[in-house]
């Protein structure tokens, strides 16, 4: 088993920054992607951004140039420093880990809590 414990959301203003960070606990499988999924009321759950343990990276189309994804050197946590945000970031974002290294949307195998995020107009 793994366990993912988010940490770093709040409240920001539009124009502003936030980082998000998520540290990965207990089984960790050697090859993996850790992901940033976004979840706001009455849509689907959208990945954000990915990572592989190599530092491979995907972005969804909305955050490219604004947010970037990263790993620390342990590879046990997972980063999201999100610049210029706009009131659309707004949602629970959820640190996630599959094993493998596809970086597409497909099947996450473990998911933390979820931290909100909130930016103001």
């Known amino acids: 088993q793994v366990q993912l414990v988010e940490s770093g959301g709040g409240l920001a203003q539009a124009g502003g920054s936030l980082r998000l960070s998520c540290a990965a606990s207990g089984s960790i499988p050697n090859i993996n992607v850790m992901g940033w999924y976004r979840q706001v009321p009455g849509k689907q759950r959208e990945l954000v951004a990915a990572v592989t343990v190599s530092g491979f990276t995907n972005y969804a189309d909305s955050v490219k140039g604004r947010f970037t994804v990263s790993r620390d050197n342990a590879k046990t946590a997972v980063h999201l420093q999100m610049n210029s945000l706009k009131f659309e970031d707004t949602g629970v974002y959820y640190c996630?880990?599959?094993?493998?290294?596809?970086?597409?949307?497909?099947?996450?195998?473990?998911w933390g809590q979820g931290t909100q995020v909130t930016v103001s107009s």
């Open positions: 996630a880990l599959k094993v493998g290294s596809n970086l597409g949307p497909s099947k996450y195998d473990y």
